[in-house]
């Protein structure tokens, strides 16, 4: 049993070091040109469909609001 402690202590890690240095930080995916462009476009596009679900609104209010 003695022997198999020692064993564990010898493979744990030493805990005066430090970890390194990216330990617990996220990276950032590298972006092509092409996958900016695309979430460009797709921001455009959610502001295109916003515009129009407003514009229908008003449509909608401006039926309901004749006699």
């Known amino acids: 049993m003695t022997g198999l402690l020692a064993f564990l202590l010898l493979l744990a890690p030493d805990p005066t070091s430090s ?3 990216d ?3 996220p990276q ?3 972006r092509s ?3 900016e ?3 460009r ?3 455009l596009l959610e ?3 916003d515009g129009e679900a407003l514009e229908m609104v008003l449509e909608l ?3 309901r609001a004749k006699p």
């Open 23 to 25: 330990a617990g930080v």
């Open 28 to 30: 950032r995916p590298v």
């Open 61 to 63: 209010e401006a039926e």
């Open 41 to 43: 476009n797709l921001d």
């Open 47 to 49: 502001h295109l469909a």
């Open 33 to 35: 040109a092409e996958d």
């Open 37 to 39: 462009e695309v979430i």
């Open 19 to 21: 970890p390194p240095p």
